[in-house]
C-alpha cells in the first residue's frame, strides 16, 4: 500500500501494511454554495460515505442548506505496523487530544498542527520507529470524560493535548495515575506541572520569556553598550523587557543609556559610544516607532559614520521580516524567539511540499506555523520514547535534533513536571546571511 499520510475528514490515517482504525463522525457547518460531492472531496472521503453518516441524505429531495451543520466521517485511530529495519518492537502509542474540526480557527489550527504530527510519524517510519495514533477531537465544549473512558486512552504511552485549561486537572490525573506522558503544546493555564512529574509544558509564559531574553541578553552581548530607546507608547508591554534588562546591566556593573525617540538628534546622538558597539534596544515592538527608530539611526549614522550600530529586537519583529530585512541586516539586528524558521531553507521549502502534497492546501500563514510546530514537537517526542522509553527527560542533549522550526529544551520544575527553556536569537547579519543562536 501507499505509504504516505491518507486524509479522512479533519483527521488522517498513517496507513502501512495493516490498518486498525474506529470511525466517528465531526461536525461541518455548510457554507454557501457547498455541494455534497463538493464537501466529500475536500474531505477526501466518497458521497457515499458523507450519505451514509447523515440520515436523510440519502433521500432524493434532501437539501443542502448554508449553515446546516453535518456530519464527517473521519477515522481517530490507526495503527501502523513497520516494515523497515525496527529498532525496536514495541510501537509507541501516541494520543492527540485536540480541537479537530473545521468550525472555528481553533479547531483549524489544531488540524494542520495534527498533521504536522502525522508527517512526523510517516518520518519516523521510515527510521524504523513505528507509531500506532489514537486521535480524539476535543473542542472547548466537549466531554473529556467520554474520551477517557475509551479503552484506547489507557494504552497510550504519551499525549498531546489539551488546548483548553478547563481540561488539565481532569487529563493531569488521568496521565499520572496511568503512567502516560503529557505534551501541553500551546499557551494554556497548568498549575498541575509543579507537582505532576509525567507533565511536558512547551509553551513558556511572558514573564518566563522576558527574564530568560533579558539574563541572556545581558550576558551574551557583553562587550555591547546598550542603548535603551523610549519610544513613548503607552500600549507597550515590552517596558517589563527593558526594566528587567537594565536591573541584569546594573547587577553586573554594567553602564548604559537612556534616550528617547522624541530627543533632538544632538542628545539622541549623546546616547551611543565609539569606543564600543552599541546596542540599541527600543521598549516597543510596534512597526511605526521601530520606523521611526530606523530613521533616527540613519540620521546618526550619516553624521557619525564610526559609530557602529546593532539593535536587539523581539519575536513580533518577525512579522516585519518581508518588509524590513534589508534594515535589519544593516543594522546587526538580534531578534529574541523560541522558535523561528527561514521559510526558504531546503528542509522549510520540502516540508511545505509534502504538506501541500497530501493535504492539497498551504499551511496557514501564521507565526509559528501550526504544521510545522506539530512535526517539530512529535519528531522529538517520538524520537526520545524510541530511545529512552518513558525515562525520556526532554534534556538538552539527548540525540541529534534539527528542527524546521520549534526547538526543544526542557528542566524539571522541582519535584513536578518538565519545562521547555529553549531560547534563540535570529541574527541578521551585515554579510545578509542569517544564523540562529541556540540557548
Known sequence: MRKILRYFGVLFLFVATSVMAQQVTVPHKVKKKETIYGIAHSYGITEEQLRQANPGMENSDYQLN????????????????????????????????????????????????????????????????????????L????????????PNAKKCDIIIGPLYSKYMSTLSSFVESNNILLVIPFSIHAPEIYFNRNIFQIYQTPNDLTESAARRCADWFKDYHFVVVDCVDSTSTKGSFTATLRRQLEVKNRQYSLTSLKSTDTDFAKAFVKNQPNMVVLNTARSPELLSALSRLNTLRAANPDVKISMFGYTEWLMYVPHQQENFHKYDVYISSYFYTNLQTPQAQALQQHYLNNFHQDMISALPRFGMAGFDHALFFLRGLHKYGKTFDGAAGRFGYQPVQNPLKFERIGNGGLQNRSYMFIHYKPDHTIETINY
Do not use: F
Not at 488540524?111 to 517510519?125: N, S
Not at 466531554?143 to 475509551?150: G, H, P, S
Open 139 to 150: 473542542p472547548e465544549d466537549g466531554n473529556i470524560q467520554n474520551i477517557l473512558n475509551d
Open 66 to 137: 448554508k449553515g446546516s451543520i453535518i456530519q464527517i466521517p473521519v477515522i481517530v485511530n490507526g495503527s501502523s505496523n513497520n516494515t523497515g529495519n525496527s529498532q525496536s518492537a514495541q510501537h509507541i502509542r501516541l494520543g492527540v487530544m485536540l480541537p479537530l474540526h473545521h468550525l472555528n480557527n481553533d479547531g483549524k489550527r489544531m488540524v494542520e498542527y495534527y498533521r504536522g504530527v502525522l508527517m512526523a510519524c510517516d518520518t519516523l517510519k521510515k527510521e524504523g520507529i513505528s507509531t500506532d495514533v489514537y486521535a480524539w477531537n
